[in-house]
């Protein structure tokens, strides 16, 4: 979808487009679900894996797994899948961003002494690579905006394959949300002040899909009525012109 849509992910300031990998386990407790099992997070449930291209947060890759699936297994073909999906949308270099369980095998006892380390195959100073790492950390609020904002976390079905079917579908509406809100940014047409790089999805959803209107048919047409105390009425239409033809 976001190849049809001519989507373009954007790139760091240093040319890299970032493409952040990570695994986010959903809580599924109390419940009898095929493949629901303890993660490492202390609950049952989930354990998907998802992939975010651009600072926009764009989601191009997803699997979900079972809750007991260590991070590592399976990934190395997932992150080929993954780096093939992001070369139809870019021809940029990708910075590919992952936690430190896809690098270590197996965890024993918590150490008296922790150690951070940083691998990279860039020639970028090691601030630098530091601080893109840290920047890793922005894919946790795409993962709440899955979970939370679109309510996705307790899959609904009792059979896996269903339940992978709904996060495909996930997928879908997500980036079709995140599109809407980076569209929403272009003109300053929208409420607030406060300059954003990305709207956050629960917004998208709140003022630019919930809201009051009044729909009638005439003269063979369709007709939405927006009332004037509606301040997102302006992006509203301005969305509407963008994206009501695209085929």
Known sequence: MLREMHIEPTALDNGFVPVDIDVTPFDNSKSNKEGVSRTYKG???YAPIMAYIGTEGYLVNLELRIGKQHCQKETPDFLRETIELCRQLTEKPLLIRLDSG???G???????IELGTYRTNTSLPDETVIDLYHAHGESEQYH????TDMDVERLPSGKFESNKLVLELTMIA???LRII?????KKKD???RKKIHRRRIRTVISNLMQFAGHLTEHAGRLVLSIGRSNRWRFTFKRLYDSFAFIT
Do not use: M
């Open 43 to 45: 609950f049952d449930g």
């Open 102 to 104: 896809n690098d270590f």
């Open 106 to 112: 197996q965890y024993f006892i918590v150490p008296d």
């Open 144 to 147: 709440s905006e899955i979970k």
């Open 174 to 176: 997500y980036n079709i």
């Open 181 to 185: 809100g980076q569209e929403s940014l």
């Open 190 to 192: 929208a409420p607030g």
